[in-house]
């Protein structure tokens, strides 16, 4: 699941340096993907830590996508042991130090067997899991995408209403 941006493609690979696995220099997109509604939601609206409210504009401002692929993802697995085995621990995908992460993401792009992308815990709910996927020609062919709308669209209400509740979110105006 994703929350995209309504003047964006659903299917953005971004590549500004400014998120966890995206290249430090621009030298790939990446496409992020919560493996649910509100993963996708915590990890859009939850940045600040601490401030449990979300504002009807910034809803308005996103559409909810469901992401499918006509093929599996090969992806590096680095939401348990996966870390250990490239040397690392959960700083890489929870911490701070965004550019040890995209340097490891990088490396990862990098790498010979040209994995798609990276599965790790979500930073806001570490129940949940995440996707990065690389922008490399064969997955955006592997991708599409259903618009589910706006969380404020009548057919989303429900929904919004079990995330809010889920996250101790209140709407405000």
């Not at 401002?61 to 621990?89: E, Q, T, Y």
């Not at 618009?147 to 404020?152: S, T």
């Amino acid at each position: 699941m994703r929350f995209y941006w309504t003047h964006k493609k659903a299917l953005f690979f971004n590549k500004n340096s400014v998120f966890r696995f995206n290249a430090p220099n621009g030298e790939f997109g990446v496409l992020y993907l919560g493996e649910d509604e509100t993963s996708a939601f915590i990890e859009t609206y939850g940045w600040l830590t601490g401030e449990r409210y979300i504002t009807r504009e910034q809803l308005t401002k996103r559409r909810l996508a469901l992401v499918s692929a006509n093929r599996p993802m090969n992806l590096v697995d680095l939401s348990g042991k996966g870390l250990a085995r490239i040397g690392a621990d959960g700083r890489l995908c929870i911490g701070d130090d965004y550019k040890t992460s995209q340097n490891w993401s990088l490396a990862l792009w990098k790498h010979p067997q040209k994995p798609d992308g990276i599965l790790y815990r979500s930073r806001h709910d570490p129940d949940k899991k995440a996707v990065a996927l690389f922008d490399r020609a064969e997955v955006e062919a592997a991708l599409s995408f259903k618009n589910r709308g706006a969380l404020l669209d009548y057919d989303n209400i429900e929904l919004l209403a079990k995330i809010l509740d889920h996250y101790n979110f209140i709407l405000i105006p």
